[in-house]
């Protein structure tokens, strides 16, 4: 054949200059095209010689070659695929636009199965010169008596291409890379490419350094063979010598559930995701009607709420690397999660960085929604125990997915459980039915002593009945809650001396969660157990003589504390442990989270502070004595101190505060010494 010159033929106008800079937003995409396109050629081979089209030798091994020249700053393609005539070359390659794939797929169509060609879009090719000044092919076909072709084109709109020498069969692409993109020529930096793209392509791929001494490419396998040989001499090693491909040709998400086995999900996890932590469990999807999809999706487990941040998606097409988190097809409360999904019908756009046909996305997108509250529900069914072994750890993924998706939300709205004050886990319906009896929890009085649960149930049909007239909407149920079982111990031990349970919510989600539901659910209000006495944990008994005295309580402590907009109540506490309580309505603490939120908005650190209510217990030896001796000398000191444990029971005190405390605290034992 003679040597032929052109332009090439370009199907849409100016589109070069858009591909070369504009198509693919990471350059080094371009690896994955390459490597895509000898897959693709590869496959089309393999497919010819199942349908007896072509007929190979037996010892034919079906490979791509990757090699880095770092002297010649050259990247070579190698794969012993289909291989191309002139024709096809003149066909596929000087027509941009023109899909090689899509060509074979019309002349093949009863035969091949397209899910297993890559390259759907004929642009691919042209991703080279985004790196590369120079671009040469080399490449015969694999038809009898086919002549070698050999092409070469410098800046990509010009084109020269003659005989070559090629005595092989397969297509060799070789970049002479531009001044800024010398990176690709680095033995690191391309097999990080490669590997980011292409560790689970169905064709074995094998990279070498063609500056690096024969022996490098073997040193690898020969360690492996001399450790064999030290751990057991009589085995025979000679089927490992030789380099090694540097991907995994059918991964663990192709594989049938069944013939997984608990270790190589494990081991997946570590290898593809590089975290150690083991993961809780996962989910293998498995999908071929009414489109094609398989992926596994792993629950890790978190350290910190904060880590609940760090989820990858990783999306394929036919085992080729799309991206990582493309929100389309992976719901967003998903992202939590570790995992891959391989759907080789995602209808990409010709870079393969977006989607189209968002109807069908969609679709894809719901069923990996069901999926996993399939798991979810099917594990709550079956194993119980499971379930809430793994509960501390999925609960923000679940609270999440009910936030951020409504179906998700039907799903699961039964299967929402909430550990209670005694370690329990139940469900809200669970808790409600049970706080009605009053058998959340054994109450027992201040001597100890177990109280029925009819004595509980009577003092909340009383305050009900003191409160009848009051409401003016619908009585809704009460749901305490806890946030932080440290600084609210105290509370929480009323709680349980009462009988009264609560349920622990301490992640950050947990606040936009229970308001959901509230939201959702119009019979049951939360409230923090700080938030107010209920009357159970009052003692009625009426005392005159105590009365007159601390009339005057309030106006002292406002006084002493400089607080002249603190709420003071003198109430008679059964416990005659605590000498005072801070309580605060949820609706305040509700408000003032909600301004610390948007504090950076200009919100100011007192906007909507304050609110709270001191509550003083009339049944406390040091609250009558102060009721009894308000113009002490030590009064003022007293209500300080009374103030700042009630404080300190209720949130952290301010550093000033803290300060002034422990100087108090130290004053106060300097004086019982003398």
Known sequence: MSTVKGNLSINSENIFPIIKKWLYSDHDIFVREMISNGCDA?????????????????????????????????????DNGIGMTAEEVQEYINQIAFSGAQDF??????????????????LGFYSAFMVADRVTIDTLSYKENAT?????????????????????????????????????????????????????????????NANAPEEEDTKETEEIEDATEESAEDTNTEEKKGPKPINETNPLWNKHPNECTEEEYKKFYRDVFMDYKEPLFWIHLNMDYPFNLKGILYFPK?????????????????????????????????????????????PLNVSRSALQNDGFVKKISDYITKKVADKLSGMYKVEREEYEKFWDDISPFIKFGCLKDEKFREKMKDFIIFKNLEGKYITLPEYVEAAKKGTSAEAVDENGDKVEAEVVDEQKEEASSDNADEAKEPEKDTVYY?????????????????????????????QPFITQLEYSNQKVRFQRIDADLTDSFLDG?????????????????????????????????KSEKISAMITLSEESRRMQDMMKMYKMYGGGDDMFAGGETLVLNANHPLVRYLAEHQESEHATMLCEQLYDLAMLAHRPLEPEAMTHFVERSNKIMLLLTK
């Open 42 to 78: 590869v496959t089309k081979l393999k497919k010819l010689e199942m349908i007896g089209e072509v007929k190979l030798p037996e010892e034919n091994e079906f490979k791509i070659q990757v090699v880095v020249n770092p002297e010649e700053k050259t990247l070579t393609f190698m």
């Open 541 to 573: 008994a009426e005392d005159e003589a105590f009365k007159e005295h601390s009339e005057q309580l309030p106006e002292l402590f406002k006084k002493a504390l400089n607080k002249e907009k603190l709420t003071v109540k003198v109430e008679k506490i």
């Open 105 to 122: 797929l019309a002349k093949y169509k009863d035969k091949a199965n397209e899910d297993q060609i890559i390259g759907h879009f004929g």
């Open 302 to 346: 978190l350290n910190t709420e904060y880590d609940s941040l760090e989820g990858t998606i990783k999306l394929y097409s036919n085992q080729v690397f799309i991206a990582d988190n493309i929100k389309e097809v992976i719901p967003e409360f998903l992202m939590l999660l570790k995992g891959v999904i391989d759907c080789p019908d995602l």
């Open 482 to 510: 806890v946030t932080d079982e440290k600084q609210q111990s105290q509370y929480i031990d009323m709680f349980k001396e009462n009988g009264i349970d609560a349920l622990i919510l301490t992640h950050n989600i947990d």
């Open 148 to 208: 070698a072709v050999h092409w070469e084109s410098e800046g990509g709109m010009e084109f020269e291409m003659g005989d070559g020498e090629k005595d092989e069969r397969g297509t060799t692409i070789t970049l002479y890379l531009n001044e800024d993109s010398y990176e690709f020529s680095n033995e690191y930096r391309a097999k990080e490419v490669i590997e980011k793209y292409c560790s689970f392509l169905p064709i074995p791929i094998y990279f070498k």
